[in-house]
């Protein structure tokens, strides 16, 4: 096709606007180029060669990312007067929080305290991690910087940024195998809440898909998704960077942060959670 | 009892702290010198003196105040990083949104959709009601001024802005009573808002004064707590008083707000909402 005869639109300039096939490839895309699946330090997790302190700090500081989930939540939620937006949102809320048994509907206990149950099994006391002591600075600020784009961008962007869940699943399966395989404290009670996500995360990503597909009207807007996808994977990295940097190499805690104490061999621990 | 000898805290001294019972009379103070059952426009409305124009207007501005619980219920979610009070206040959220059924519980259609079977019943049509267009400014400003309380203020006091809902039950009883007798619009299918009310509103009410009275330590926190309510009851008021302006005395409608039209004697409407 000549450059006189060509279409913009199918010729992939610039400013057309992408498919939503092509979209959902350029979010993949994201994925496989920038998704926290490939850092070196979710590879020594799931092939069992984190010692236990090492395990810890990473059950420790993700505990903050999991449990300031649900108030990006209702950032997103607070800044939303689309009524069947909210309500679809707010079952993200409900499944990190947990709900009790009422008119018939059994209790969910909820992704934080499914959280808690795996930091007690690797070691840690349940109120040292809920202080949110001896956190990473870095981790805060990753997960501080999520809120904040919540609240601050549009909301296609607050929705997209939710878009890495895509990409979770993967995940999810290689930690469960991996994490059963390699390490004593791992069980179907310790590793709960990565079961649940297998379930929930397709179903959230489902509906995040079709709003940013249906609300992204410009190549502007689409570009705008893609860069909140990218913006997201870079606030999962930090926080594995700032992990291994502090517990792996060079092993360098800064001042303040979670040192571990104990023996680090998995062998002495018996069968932890269990 | 002598100046030397009395003890600062019974002989009410600006500093001293309130008894549980003190504070919740404090309280109750302020709703029988402040709360909007007081206003002009709500003894009109109660008592059949309002026409057509007249309720459509309240309808219509009062949804506003409504539809924007939830973005303020969501905002102090969104700051509160107590796990159970987030589970509790996420209640408001759910029955102002309503749910689907799932799981064995039944479907509720939420406050909310509620409000909007009134706004039909009276006339108004549903969508314009939705668009906010037609609202009086003074209406957007008082609530907006609500939301962002919510947001900036502490969450002590966030919580005590809902605790004008310790009045609330008998203005809805007022309510009730005064729409069946005199508005052909009113029967149990379009007054459902307040009916649910009149049983939600004490179970949250509940909660919310356990909270302020067990975490205002100190009498500047009671004052907090009390300085909350009266805010509160000034953003209703001034709604009344923008209703009552506009549509009432010296019915002066501001530019680009709704203007009644058709007749607006009750009599020849049947039986509205049927």
Same mark, same amino acid.
């Given at each position: 096709?000549?450059?006189?005869?060509?279409?913009?639109?199918?010729?992939?300039?610039?400013?057309?606007?992408?498919?939503?096939?092509? *979209?959902?490839?350029?979010?993949?895309?994201?994925?496989?180029?920038?998704?926290?699946?490939?850092?070196?330090?979710?590879?020594?997790?799931?092939?069992?060669?984190?010692?236990?302190?090492?395990?810890?700090?990473?059950?420790?500081?993700?505990?903050?990312?999991?449990?300031?989930?649900?108030?990006?939540?209702?950032?997103? *939620?607070?800044?939303?007067?689309?009524?069947?937006?909210?309500?679809?949102?707010?079952?993200?809320?409900?499944?990190?929080?947990?709900?009790?048994?009422?008119?018939?509907?059994?209790?969910?206990?909820?992704?934080?305290?499914?959280? *808690?149950?795996?930091?007690?099994?690797?070691?840690?006391?349940?109120?040292?991690?809920?202080?949110?002591?001896?956190?990473?600075?870095?981790?805060?600020?990753?997960?501080?910087?999520?809120?904040?784009?919540?609240?601050?961008?549009?909301?296609?962007?607050?929705?997209?940024?939710?878009?890495?869940?895509?990409?979770?699943?993967?995940?999810?399966?290689?930690?469960?195998?991996?994490?059963?395989?390699?390490?004593?404290?791992?069980?179907?009670?310790?590793?709960?809440?990565?079961?649940?996500?297998?379930?929930?995360?397709?179903?959230?990503?489902?509906?995040?898909?079709?709003?940013?597909?249906?609300?992204?009207?410009?190549?502007?807007?689409?570009?705008?998704?893609?860069?909140?996808?990218?913006?997201?994977?870079?606030?999962?990295?930090?926080?594995?960077?700032?992990?291994?940097?502090?517990?792996?190499?060079?092993?360098?805690?800064?001042?303040?942060?979670?040192?571990?104490?104990?023996?680090?061999?998995?062998?002495?621990?018996?069968?932890?959670?269990?």
């Amino acid at each position: 096709m000549s450059p006189e005869t060509a279409e913009p639109r199918s010729a992939g300039y610039p400013q057309a606007l992408l498919s939503p096939a092509e *979209l959902e490839a350029r979010l993949q895309q994201i994925g496989r180029e920038r998704y926290h699946s490939r850092h070196p330090f979710h590879r020594l997790l799931h092939g069992g060669r984190l010692n236990r302190g090492q395990v810890q700090a990473w059950v420790l500081n993700r505990y903050y990312y999991q449990s300031r989930i649900p108030l990006k939540d209702a950032t997103l *939620l607070s800044r939303c007067d689309d009524l069947a937006l909210r309500r679809e949102w707010r079952k993200r809320i409900e499944e990190h929080d947990g709900w009790p048994a009422a008119d018939g509907r059994p209790a969910n206990e909820g992704g934080i305290e499914r959280w *808690l149950v795996l930091a007690e099994a690797v070691g840690l006391d349940r109120d040292y991690v809920v202080s949110t002591e001896g956190l990473l600075p870095a981790t805060r600020f990753a997960v501080e910087a999520y809120i904040r784009f919540v609240r601050e961008k549009s909301l296609l962007e607050a929705v997209a940024s939710s878009l890495t869940e895509l990409f979770a699943p993967k995940i999810h399966e290689e930690r469960i195998a991996g994490l059963l395989e390699h390490y004593p404290f791992a069980n179907e009670r310790t590793i709960a809440y990565f079961k649940r996500r297998l379930s929930e995360a397709p179903e959230d990503v489902k509906f995040g898909l079709a709003y940013v597909t249906r609300e992204a009207r410009t190549r502007e807007q689409q570009e705008q998704v893609l860069a909140a996808v990218r913006f997201k994977t870079d606030v999962l990295w930090a926080q594995l960077d700032a992990l291994h940097h502090a517990y792996v190499e060079p092993a360098q805690v800064p001042p303040g942060a979670f040192v571990p104490v104990g023996p680090q061999e998995w062998q002495g621990m018996g069968s932890g959670g269990g």
